[in-house]
């Protein structure tokens, strides 16, 4: 495996469902983002993680758990998810958010239907 | 808080130049960067400027004006595949190191 991958590529769950997300990073990066992406709305950032240490909570609702085990694997644990809450999760990893500007890797996302 | 403004869609056919720009407002600025996302796929780093001019790289170059909070991205010789959406995005004050606040994308539709 290379690059960043994400795990499933599709999810359909009910709203009183329990799911998790799962993200992979090959680079040897430090930094890792979740974001959103919603249909005609920009990629929104919702979580941040640098060595393993959560940075940023961008004021994600509850319902949305993020883990970062080790640099390698971010989570996003899913409970009692909305329908709104239906979108596009795009995992990315870069080296390191505090040295200078270092591009940002994605991965192919998780689609997510909330029924 | 920061925002970015871009055209939502721009059509243009191959082997034509076409000019996405993005205009924001920000906090504070450390630089623009530009990403490409195809349907389906995830978005790809292309360009990061982070003084003013021009960077160019292959077909495709980038352009930044700090002290008109400006950037675009030109494409030249457009293939049907560069057929994608292309997103600026800005490092603020607000988004120290590499975190990222994007604008909502421009649709490329590159016709024959």
Not at chain 1, 2 to 11: D, K
Not at chain 1, 21 to 40: F, I, P, T, V
């Amino acid at each position: 495996e290379t690059g960043v991958t994400q795990t499933p590529r599709h999810l359909v769950m009910g709203m009183t469902n329990k799911k998790s997300l799962k993200c992979e990073q090959h680079l040897g990066h430090n930094a890792m983002y979740w974001y959103k992406q919603s249909a005609k709305k920009p990629l929104e950032l919702m979580f941040v993680y640098n060595f393993k240490e959560q940075t940023e909570n961008n004021s994600v609702p509850s319902r949305f758990s993020p883990e970062c085990p080790n640099s390698s694997h971010l989570f996003l644990h899913l409970h009692t998810l909305q329908p709104e809450d239906s979108a596009l999760y795009l995992c990315a990893s870069s080296q390191d958010r505090s040295s200078g500007y270092n591009e940002q890797f994605f991965g192919p996302g998780t689609r997510l239907t909330v029924l | 808080g920061q925002s970015l403004e871009q055209p939502s869609e721009v059509t243009a056919v191959e082997g034509a130049i076409v000019q996405i720009n993005c205009t924001y407002q920000t906090s504070g600025f450390y630089g623009l960067s530009w990403y490409q996302q195809h349907d389906g796929g995830a978005p790809t780093f292309l360009s990061y400027n982070a003084l003013d001019g021009l960077e160019e790289t292959g077909r495709f170059s980038s352009f930044l004006s700090r002290s008109d909070s400006y950037g675009y991205l030109l494409l030249q010789e457009l293939q049907m595949k560069d057929s994608a959406s292309y997103f600026c995005a800005v490092r603020g004050q607000d988004n120290a190191g590499n975190m990222l606040t994007f604008g909502g994308g421009t649709r490329l539709m590159v016709k024959p």
